[in-house]
């Protein structure tokens, strides 16, 4: 299947997310062990236009797939008086055009690998338009790709709902296009919903 006969294309943003790829090698969330190619491949198969779901802007989409075609597992853990004791924070950015924002989280090696492997795949879609916008601030090349969506991130969850920004994702947003977020404004009562879940809760990396 061309480019330009795809409804979705995976972004080199979140080539990352992919075993193929050596960035995987640094990232800490869900990496798969299918390539890019299969991976669109499987998601464009199952798409359809009717299952977009709103995110936090006009230009981004939610796809919830059911996870039966990887072996990803939850990313997401609620904190706990026994687990409390492992998470850890950092200062990172995601790649060298962003500035390092505080992160939290458990490190994989200390919560192990007995993990459930996920029920859904949540693909955070950009559109071609926003894309070419957050390239052109940041100095890259435009992206080649003429699918209407970009995949720029891929969480592997429980439930068919997105879960709540993490609000430091929230504030690189509103710094703007050219510190690595998308220039959305903070929404004050969507932060105060995502502080509410993101207390009680932290990711593995």
Known sequence: MSSSKKALV?????????????????YGGTVFSLSVAD????????????DLKDGYAPFCKHVFLVNDFTNARVNVLPITEENEHLIRTKY???????????????????VGDDLPVAK??????????????ENASQ?????????PWNIVS???QDVPDELPM?????MRNSL???EGGSGVPLDRKAYAEAVNYWKDHAVIS
């Open 139 to 147: 100095g890259r090349d435009p992206n080649p790709a003429s699918a």
């Open 39 to 50: 991976f669109e491949r499987i998601v464009n198969e199952r798409f359809q236009s009717a």
């Open 154 to 156: 891929i969480k592997a």
């Open 10 to 26: 995976v972004d080199p943003f979140c080539f990352r997310q992919f075993d193929e790829h050596a960035d995987s090698k640094k």
């Open 120 to 133: 859904y795949l949540d693909l955070i879609l950009y559109s071609r338009e926003q894309i070419n916008k």
């Open 92 to 110: 990172e950015a995601r790649n060298d055009k962003e500035l390092p924002v505080l992160a939290r989280f458990f490190p994989q090696n200390l």
């Open 166 to 170: 993490n609000p430091i994702t929230a």
């Open 176 to 178: 703007g296009k050219a």
